[in-house]
């Protein structure tokens, strides 16, 4: 266990880290941001986390779709996010020329974004729910941590246009929606589909098809936030 104590970490980035049972006593914490996966998180002595959540739900009400078990709820919730990438895409369309490719503070660029976005379809989507074994689409963005991303069909040193990344991703949009509008309730609730052998993500095979589903879903709502906020910074 790491601990520091009568340190100066003013600045400091924690990135892809687990602070899971991390605990800060007497510390000075202002203009401080916190952004990942925050549960059971006591700010002196307050459980806040359900706060966030319930204003987080109540500025971003499709929050409360993506956790339906409903196919038409979900339908809902992939026409909603669909429409709201439609928006950013036309006003990044209206930015200077090259902002798609900018990165802001080490985070991914529009077009990185929207590549990783591709690879979580392939991946969780389309191995998961669909049993694929077809390789992902090579343009594809996966985090670093992904192993064996070659052999998977990921091209590393890929460099597509926005414009060739936003057709991969209208497919990928269209098939889930065709795929929503004849699965079944009692369907998403079978055990995910995932082939037998290596592959991305290795921990699916524990998981339902919703719950599958639901990760892609979620992914697109995040990754959309942090586009957006990205984009305000480019602006400004």
């Known amino acids: 266990?790491?601990?520091?104590?009568?340190?100066?970490?003013?600045?400091?980035?924690?990135?892809?880290?687990?602070?899971?049972?991390?605990?800060?006593?007497?510390?000075?914490?202002?203009?401080?941001?916190?952004?990942?996966?925050?549960?059971?998180?006591?700010?002196?002595?307050?459980?806040?986390?359900?706060?966030?959540?319930?204003?987080?739900?109540?500025?971003?009400?499709?929050?409360?779709?993506?956790?339906?078990?409903?196919?038409?709820?979900?339908?809902?919730?992939?026409?909603?996010?669909?429409?709201?990438?439609?928006?950013?895409?036309?006003?990044?369309?209206a930015m200077p020329r090259g902002s798609e490719q900018q990165r802001v503070g080490g985070e991914w660029s529009a077009v990185e974004t929207q590549r990783h976005l591709v690879f979580v379809h392939d991946s969780w989507f389309r191995r998961c729910c669909l049993g694929s074994t077809e390789p992902f689409t090579a343009i594809g963005l996966a985090c670093e941590f992904v192993p064996d991303q070659e052999e998977q069909g990921l091209d590393r040193a890929s460099a597509p246009s926005l414009d060739e990344v936003l057709a991969a991703r209208d497919v990928q949009g269209a098939e889930l929606e065709r795929w929503l509008s004849t699965v079944t309730a009692d369907q998403l609730t079978a055990s995910a589909p995932v082939p037998a052998g290596p592959g991305w993500p290795p921990h699916a095979r524990e998981k339902s098809v919703l719950e599958c589903v639901q990760v892609v879903l979620n992914e697109e709502w995040a990754h959309h936030g942090f586009c957006v906020r990205d984009l305000d910074l480019l602006g400004s």
């Open 1 to 93: 266990m790491a601990s520091f104590k009568d340190q100066d970490l003013t600045d400091a980035e924690f990135r892809e880290c687990d602070l899971t049972r991390a605990r800060l006593i007497g510390v000075i914490m202002q203009d401080a941001v916190i952004d990942g996966l925050v549960t059971n998180l006591v700010v002196n002595g307050v459980e806040v986390t359900s706060y966030v959540e319930a204003e987080l739900d109540r500025r971003y009400p499709v929050r409360l779709l993506l956790r339906s078990a409903d196919p038409a709820d979900l339908m809902q919730a992939v026409r909603q996010l669909r429409a709201g990438w439609a928006e950013t895409v036309e006003r990044l369309r």
